[in-house]
Structures are given as structure tokens and as C-alpha cells.
């Protein structure tokens, strides 16, 4: 009786410990997670020229797009992989390889969904990009990012959206 007592406390106490493992598990992967959300601030590339950085306001404004339709990141980013605008903590990498591919693959490709939004595929993850229209010969693009993917309503939204800043970047100088 007193082994059978025994043998039952070790097996709820090593019970006991995996659940207690297992919680920690879970919580730091949920601190990570949360860390990682936090981390994403939006970052503006500046003139390189002349160290000069553009205004706070598109900063605030591409953050407050991102967040408003739950995108990972959002990069605008010209038609040859130079990047304008981005809350990507890769947006070098976003910039150059989407353009590219979107370029060279997306733009005479049947599979693109409606107004040229297009969904490509890395081995870094999966990216909308979408044309913006107004700029002439150097028309951007907005690579839009998420974990959750993005719908095609969305993708035209987020367009418009950024198709104004780009609107008053331009028109501002």
C-alpha cells in the first residue's frame, strides 16, 4: 500500500512538471510573439544625399495602415527595388525581391487578381503587391505582408490608401 501511494505521488508530481513546462513553453512563445509585434515600428528611408529624413506624418501614416488592416509590413518601394516608404523591418529585402518578381512574373501573368494585385511567393514568406498608378514611368509599387494573408478588398484598400500618400509625397516638394 505504501509503495502503491508512493508510485502515485511520483506520477502526479512528474505530471505536475510537464504541465508546469509545458505553460512556460506556451507563455514565453506568447512573449516572443508579442515582442516581435512591438518591434515592428515603421521605418522612412531618407535622402541619402542630404541625411534629411522624411516628415513624422507619413511615418504615423503608414503605421496607422499597417495596424488598421492587420498587415505584418507595407513597403512602397519603386518599380527597380529602391525602397520610398516602409514599416518592414526587411524593407531592403521586400523592396528588391518583390519588385523583381513582379516585374519580371506578375504583371503578364493571368493568375494576378484584379487591378494588378498580385500574390508572390519566396522562401521568405508571401507578399501582395499591388501598382501604384500616377507617377509615370517610375510608378511604385505597395508590397503589402501578413501572416494571415490579404483578402483582394483589402488589397485595394490598402492601395488607395498608400496611392494618396504617394500623391501627397510628391506633390508636397
Known sequence: MVLYSYLSDLITLKVLNIAII?????????F???NSRESRKVRVIGDKETGASRSNQWEKRLDE?????????????????????????TAEFDAANFSSLYVSMAENDETATGKGITALATDNGVAW?????????ADALCVMRSETGVKKKTALKVKDETEKIMEHLFTAS
Request: aromatic fraction near 6%.
Open 22 to 30: 509545458i505553460l512556460g513553453i506556451i507563455l514565453f512563445l506568447g
Open 32 to 34: 516572443i510573439r508579442i
Open 65 to 89: 495602415i499597417s495596424e488598421a488592416y492587420g498587415l505584418e509590413s507595407l513597403t512602397i518601394t519603386t518599380r527597380d527595388g529602391f525602397v520610398v516608404l516602409s514599416s518592414s523591418p
Open 129 to 137: 503587391v499591388a501598382p501604384l498608378d500616377g507617377l509615370g514611368e
